[in-house]
């Protein structure tokens, strides 16, 4: 883990590419260090259907949701968690500057008893690194 899903209105496609949200989001959680590299995941998904404060279709919104495993204290989170968002925000002026938009980020804690995972990237990783 971390496992960050991008939920974004619609209207977003025709001023952002999301291709390059979701690499933006990537390198900036590498960069971060405090990640496992082959536990990263970035997703988008659009929302063809939302409502937005007085109904305006012209309104979007982009918000971000981490979860991460447990064992990271707060200040690592804070300041990891500024990274991205700083990164994530500065790609998205553009929008600020022509639209009315929403952008938001929070992270979560899964509880470890409850979190079950399977993953070889990890290893592949690994081994790449080793072989080169």
């Known amino acids: 883990m971390p496992h960050f899903t991008i939920e974004y209105s619609g209207n977003l496609d025709r001023h952002v590419d999301m291709g390059a949200v979701v690499e933006l989001v990537r390198k900036a959680a590498v960069e971060t260090g405090i990640f496992p590299l082959g536990g990263i995941r ?5 929302c063809e259907h939302y409502a937005i404060a007085d109904g305006r279709r012209n309104y979007g ?5 981490l979860r991460l495993g ?3 204290d707060l200040a690592t989170r804070k300041k990891a968690g500024e ?12 929008v600020f500057a022509k639209e009315k938009f929403a952008l938001s980020f929070d992270m979560q ?3 470890k008893e409850t979190s ?3 993953n070889n990237i990890h290893d592949a990783l690994k081994v790449e690194a080793i072989n080169g």
């Open 70 to 72: 447990e064992g990271r």
């Open 42 to 46: 970035v997703r988008a998904i659009k």
């Open 116 to 118: 079950w995972k399977r």
């Open 83 to 94: 990274h991205i968002f700083k990164a994530l925000s500065a790609f998205l002026d553009p």
């Open 109 to 111: 804690i899964n509880d």
């Open 61 to 65: 919104f982009l918000d971000m949701v």
